[in-house]
């Protein structure tokens, strides 16, 4: 089994082969669907030519099924969240950034970082070592 990644307010499944399916919205409030790289610390995406956006700009990522946002204010209001389940039915939360051209991921499992990826992950690494609260 392949890991699983969920909305966490609606579980709905959001991968499809080798990527996860999310509806963005740029700072212009232009939306529509963004593909990201299943495997966690590949930054490869896909996305409409006409979906623009520049490295640094903040992009909104939502649940395409509930449409409900998967930003997380209460921790950093340019991190966002996904839940996935791993091939042995572990289940993790998965924070990446909504920041363009920010390489940021991060396994969490009981508010602990159990693995990161991205040249940018230490950057919420002493917020993270304080143990978020959820």
């Known amino acids: ?6 909305c966490p307010k609606c579980r709905a499944l959001l991968n499809v082969r080798e990527n996860i399916v999310f509806s963005a919205e740029n700072s212009k409030k232009q939306r529509g669907l963004f593909l990201l790289n299943a495997n966690l610390g590949n930054y490869q995406m896909l996305h409409d030519p006409e979906f ?18 998967l930003g997380i204010p209460k921790i950093n209001k340019d991190l966002a969240e996904i839940l996935m389940i791993d091939n042995t039915g572990e289940e993790f939360e998965i924070v990446f950034s909504e920041i363009a051209g920010k390489r940021l991921t ?6 602990t970082v159990v693995e990161s990826f ?16 959820y």
Request: charged share 35%; proline share 4%; with cysteine.
């Open 1 to 6: 089994m392949e890991n699983k990644y969920l």
């Open 52 to 69: 623009k956006y520049e490295a640094g700009d903040r992009l909104d990522f939502y649940c395409p099924v509930c449409n409900n946002s």
């Open 106 to 111: 991060m396994k969490i499992r009981d508010n």
């Open 118 to 133: 991205g040249d940018d992950s230490g950057e919420f690494q002493n917020y993270w070592g304080e143990r978020p609260r």
